[in-house]
């Protein structure tokens, strides 16, 4: 085990948003353990820097400035079974690698880049989420149900997009779970079954450590990176 614990952040850092101040704090109230993190640019990333990380954090906000390069992350944390976690933005990228390089839709595209994409695995929300807080059912005896130890929680989200539920079925009889649901049936978290761990949430739970409080999921990605 690393003296320390050395955390990829993945996206395009911007002091405004409330995500980007939070996640720092939120990597430090949840471990004990001496902690390292690195934002990583969307436009810089090179997957040979990435094993010397004990865990992959894919963070909110875009559209990112290179989607390509966020997608190439992913696989690697996936392949590579390196802890991920990736919420906003980032759950709704890690649907959209494993259609294209898991499942082979390599069409599947996200609207908010591409409004003419013939398969919009990632698409707008009737209505947009602007910091709010909302009630999501996780299935039971999912990963992350069992982090959570309940069925029921409430989280709180910022986003206008995300995954198409027109594709869900696409996933059906593969490795990646979509693991939770709101009250409208709509999913908000995915994970992979055979991976040590990696989960992806449409909501943001690194916002709870702007009330000083842990989160059991930043906590659960925090000790599968000290392995």
Not at 46 to 75: A, H, T
Not at 89 to 110: C, K, P, T
Not at 156 to 170: A, W
Not at 200 to 209: D, I, K, L, N, V
Request: proline fraction near 4%; include cysteine.
């Amino acid at each position: 085990m690393n003296a320390i614990l050395k955390i990829a952040l993945i996206g395009d850092f911007d002091l405004q948003v409330l995500a980007h101040q939070a996640i720092p704090k939120a990597l430090k109230l949840n471990t004990s353990q001496k902690i390292e993190y690195h934002w990583i640019h969307s436009s810089k990333v090179d997957l040979k820097d990435l094993s010397q990380f004990d865990g992959i954090w894919c963070v909110p906000k875009s559209p990112y400035d290179n989607m390509e390069n966020v997608l190439s992350v992913i696989r690697f944390a996936r392949e590579h079974k390196k802890p991920f976690l990736g919420t906003c933005a980032g759950y709704q990228h890690a649907a959209l690698e494993f259609a294209r390089n898991a499942l082979g839709y390599e069409q599947a595209g996200n609207a908010e880049v591409d409004l003419e994409t013939s398969m919009p695995l990632i698409s707008a929300l009737v209505c947009r989420l602007n910091h709010e807080q909302h009630g999501v059912i996780l299935k039971a005896n999912s990963k992350i149900q069992g982090v959570y130890d309940q069925r029921e929680i409430t989280e709180e989200f910022n986003c206008g997009f995300g995954v198409n539920p027109k594709y869900l079925n696409l996933f059906a009889e593969s490795d990646l779970l979509f693991s939770s649901v709101d009250h409208h049936g709509d999913p908000k978290s995915l994970e992979l079954q055979s991976h040590p761990f990696f989960i992806g949430t449409a909501f943001q739970p690194e916002r709870s450590a702007l009330q000083n409080k842990q989160h059991p999921i930043i906590k659960a990605f925090l000790n599968a990176c000290l392995g």
